[in-house]
């Protein structure tokens, strides 16, 4: 395997918008491509926008949702990334030939769709149904999978995506910034995203407190770590619908260090250069040599009642 450059990148999406979505993703597919990028990733429905659609019936999801991959958004994708040659990864709601949807993530290039993944534990909109397969393809040589938001938070699919070959994990998501359980969590307020050019400062505070990155390095790095991966963790920034996100978009080595990170409330992207070295270096890859399945093949393997067709219509996430 030969250094890849990737970015990932963050936006400011507009609901239900996606010749708009659209235009963004081009704009900084071509920015990336000029700075020599092989590849760029876009957060969770980034050519749909998603916390609106929590508010949607099942026509109108069915009217948003696309096929895949002779749907309208993804042509356009690969007009994109065949104009800059550059690798595009872009998230939207998908309908299949019997009207079942899907929350879905999509990798093209010049050539045409290289992946498509669907969201094992999706939520927002009580019409979605779960995926059931990972997802491992290549990039360049790489060995590259797909985990979508909530998908990261069940240590599992992380491991099992890794155990598959993985060796970067794309990670988009829309999250942070959200009431929870957990201590320090909640919104943050609307109007300070309006007034962030006249005090960036309280607005940076929320982004990076409890609410918000404070509470995704408590775990972020922990998934590359572990399973010595880089991660390419990508995010929105701004308003998505009536919730504010803080973006954080970042790529994170297999020794869990953040190469590099969005730090902007622009629409912006970070880029890192990937290399093949550290997947071996890294303690998690003699971690998983060292693992004794026997021990725990059954215990992990166990049946249970699995909760993650739980929709949680006030987009509350657990974490």
């Not at 000029?34 to 099942?58: M, P, Q, W």
């Not at 902007?264 to 693992?291: H, M, N, V, W």
Request: with cysteine; aromatic share 10%; net charge negative.
């Amino acid at each position: 395997m030969k250094n890849l450059k990737i970015a990932t990148a963050q936006f400011e999406n507009k609901s239900g918008d996606k010749n708009y979505n659209l235009s963004v993703i081009e704009k900084l597919s071509q920015k990336a491509a000029n700075e020599g990028c092989d590849v760029i990733s876009f957060h969770e429905c980034s050519i749909t926008g998603y916390t609106f659609a929590r508010h949607l019936s099942k026509e109108q999801m069915l009217d948003l949702a696309e096929s895949i991959p002779t749907g309208e958004s993804i042509l356009k994708l690969i007009e994109i990334a065949t104009n800059n040659n550059i690798v595009i990864l872009a998230g939207l709601f998908e309908k299949d030939e019997n009207n079942n949807l899907f929350k879905a993530y999509v990798c093209v290039d010049k050539n045409g769709l290289v992946a498509k993944y669907r969201k094992l534990h999706p939520f927002i909109n009580p019409y979605l149904t779960p995926g059931d397969r990972y997802c491992v393809f290549e990039i360049k040589g790489w060995k590259c999978g797909i985990l979508i938001c909530y998908d990261n938070n069940i240590i599992e699919n992380v491991r099992a995506t890794k155990l598959l070959g993985a060796d970067i994990i794309f990670m988009p998501h829309v999250t942070m910034c959200t009431p929870s359980t957990r201590p320090g969590a909640g919104f943050v307020a609307p109007e300070l995203w309006e007034n962030r050019e006249a005090d960036p400062t309280s607005l940076r505070l929320e982004f990076d407190g409890m609410k918000g990155r404070d509470w995704l390095m408590k775990w972020l790095p922990a998934r590359a770590y572990d399973n010595a991966i880089y991660t390419v963790f990508s995010n929105p920034i701004g308003m998505d619908d009536d919730q504010l996100k803080n973006g954080c978009s970042m790529i994170i080595d297999p020794f869990g260090d953040v190469l590099n990170e969005c730090s902007s409330f622009d629409d912006s992207f970070a880029t890192a250069i990937l290399t093949p070295e550290k997947c071996i270096q890294a303690g998690g890859s003699r971690y998983i040599k060292a693992r004794r399945p026997e021990l725990y093949r059954d215990i992990i393997g166990q049946n249970h009642e699995s909760e993650q067709n739980v929709v949680w219509l006030d987009t509350v996430h657990k974490s």
